[in-house]
């Protein structure tokens, strides 16, 4: 590289570097300011802005924060304390930060559950959470209802909407709450190191966990995002990520929120309004993951395409082969990519737009970051330690898993899960020196010469589809409840011209089983992103040595018919499962099946 392009991409990285920094450095375990107080400042300094647009209504930061103040009001009514919790269960709404910005202010933790979870899956959420309140609306509900069997303690619904019934009419009661911020004096005791949110995650087992979103942790994305993406209160950013999720709910709405910015939210996304939507709102950002991207490239080109004001997205997870694309195609100066997960302390920002890239370690600044890429038995799955019982870091181009040191700095701490024996599986010791504990991220990535470090895969039995963590084994232990099913093994396949991996199940089954009846299991007991797109029945599960489910073959086996003799069925979207012959399978490789 000719020194003129070195320098200019030095540059770049600590200007983005610098920015970031200059606004998380403040932050502190054992410090009195918490999220609330951020927020509040940002109220008090652009009050009169338009702060949120959701379905043609339109909140200024003081009718936020004057939204959000009924919500503390009405908790302290109903007797709920510092610390405890009240369960989120909704789409996207107008309402929905200002639930647990209002709740934070009163010291109250809010649990922001997956609005698309149903069954045994959300009664967990709610059940390991700890809440007796849960916020509802007419859309979620009824799936409220359908699990409230499943639940451990009677939970009170508060429904935001039309309440029918004996149900509780939030929006009534908060008529009669109070628009005035609470006394800070409720939370005056309170440090950033204690909770403010439970966000849920899927692990590479089980059910989904609850992690603990402290305070800083808020605090370090929000802030982060403001300081990264370089936004000013001139921007208005399109966000149609679930705000369940640490990326639409909390970095999106940082990078808005505390530079008097202007957020555009959609209840869901759509790649066929996007484009006209961003213009005609006078989007100058948007945040997205992946597949968000795949989906804008596959859609017909349109005018609207390229009459936008977008400066730049910022997200993860987009491919090398769709990020070029994306840039000229749409006419976007700047892709900001990044890495974290909701609970991790490795967070990582491609400050120079390498393509491919999720961030960048540079030589010269290697001791000011607290992330390594160790040696890993992918077929184990465990870290490769030497001679002296250390772990050993790889070079450039080697593949391993990224860690990040835990403790120092407010942004290295691990805050863990409300499950302990979970929090403690995450955390590896002795890695380097005796004593010292680090971060594992599950992930498998490749660092090149430039520091520059490059996605590869999950570790384990997790697979990403549609934007969401998909558990394998939560996923069979669902399918082996169905009717004729006697095990399952399920997997992720990669299918062209998507991103993340379709789900798969292995299945062995009696002669009595039914390939509808089994469609009708999966539909009530899944959610959408979760449900096999494809079925393979087997004779037998192969096992290893100790008696691991074997997958490799499988996996290797994708979906081709012209390598798989047995039972092969494809779940078409309007069909239910349908059987998966040649001509299916040439549909679904070209792209004439949308999946």
């Not at 069954?119 to 709610?126: D, E, F, I, N, R």
């Not at 509802?136 to 039309?162: H, I």
Request: hydrophobic letters at 40%; one cysteine or more.
């Amino acid at each position: 590289m000719a020194l003129k392009a070195r320098l200019q991409r030095e540059w770049r990285f600590v200007r983005g570097l610098r920015r970031t920094l200059g606004r998380v450095k403040s932050i502190s375990l054992d410090s009195p300011n918490l999220i609330c107080d951020d927020l509040e400042a940002a109220v008090a300094e652009h009050r009169d802005r338009p702060a949120i647009t959701f379905e043609g209504r339109t909140l200024t930061y003081g009718e936020l924060d004057a939204m959000a103040n009924r919500f503390a009001h009405w908790a302290k009514s109903q007797g709920l304390r510092r610390g405890q919790t009240v369960a989120l269960f909704m789409p996207n709404r107008i309402e929905y930060f200002a639930v647990w910005y209002g709740l934070s202010k009163v010291g109250v933790v809010t649990a922001l559950i997956n609005n698309q979870l149903a069954g045994l899956p959300l009664a967990h959420c709610l059940n390991i959470c700890g809440a007796n309140h849960v916020i509802v609306d007419a859309e979620t509900s009824p799936v409220f209802e359908a699990a409230r069997p499943l639940n451990e303690r009677t939970l009170t619904q508060w429904v935001l909407g039309r309440a029918v019934g004996g149900q509780r009419d939030l929006g009534q009661a908060l008529k009669s709450c109070s628009s005035l911020a609470p006394d800070r004096a409720l939370r005056e005791d309170m440090r950033a190191r204690d909770t403010a949110l439970y966000i849920f995650t899927s692990g590479t087992t089980g059910m989904p966990k609850a992690a603990r979103i402290t305070h800083v942790r808020a605090q370090l994305y929000m802030r982060g995002f403001a300081g990264s993406t370089g936004s000013n209160a001139n921007d208005r950013i399109y966000v149609a990520l679930p705000l369940y999720h640490a990326t639409g709910g909390l970095c999106a709405l940082g990078a808005a929120f505390l530079n008097g910015g202007s957020v555009f939210l959609r209840k869901r996304f759509s790649a066929t309004h996007f484009w006209e939507e961003a213009a005609a709102e006078g989007c100058t950002m948007f945040v997205y993951i992946g597949e968000l991207c795949r989906y804008l490239v596959n859609q017909p080109e349109s005018e609207a395409e390229t009459r936008h004001k977008i400066r730049m997205a910022f997200g993860n997870g987009l491919r090398p082969d769709i990020w070029p694309v994306m840039k000229q195609r749409f006419r976007i100066p700047e892709i900001l990519e990044f890495y974290g997960s909701t609970e991790g302390n490795v967070s990582l920002f491609n400050f120079d737009g390498r393509e491919g890239a999720v961030g960048r370690v540079p030589k010269w600044l290697r001791n000011r970051f607290n992330i390594r890429v160790i040696q890993f038995d992918v077929e184990n799955e465990k870290p490769i330690r030497g001679p002296n019982g250390f772990c050993i870091e790889c070079g450039p181009g080697q593949v391993g898993e990224c860690i990040g040191k835990i403790g120092g700095e407010a942004r290295a701490e691990f805050s863990g899960y409300v499950d302990k024996a979970a929090s403690e599986k995450k955390v590896l010791r002795d890695v380097f020196e005796k004593g010292d504990a680090w971060f594992a991220t599950g992930d498998l990535m490749r660092l090149d010469a430039d520091g520059y470090l490059y996605f590869i895969d999950r570790i384990g039995d997790t697979f990403r589809w549609k934007g969401e963590n998909v558990s394998t084994n939560e996923v069979a232990e669902r399918l082996q409840a169905a009717p004729g099913v006697l095990q399952a093994n399920v997997y992720g396949v990669e299918v062209e011209g998507t991103d993340g991996r379709a789900g798969m199940a292995a299945l062995v089954v009696d002669p009595a089983f039914d390939i509808k009846a089994f469609g009708d299991h999966v539909t009530r007991e899944l959610p959408t992103f979760a449900q096999p797109l494809f079925v393979r029945i087997l004779p037998a599960i192969e096992t290893t040595g100790t008696f691991k489910l074997r997958k490799m073959d499988l996996v290797a086996d994708g979906f081709d018919p012209g390598k798989i003799k047995e039972p092969l069925y494809f779940h078409d979207p309007k069909k239910g499962y349908v059987k998966c012959t040649k001509a299916v399978h040439e549909k679904i490789v070209t792209g004439t099946v949308k999946v």
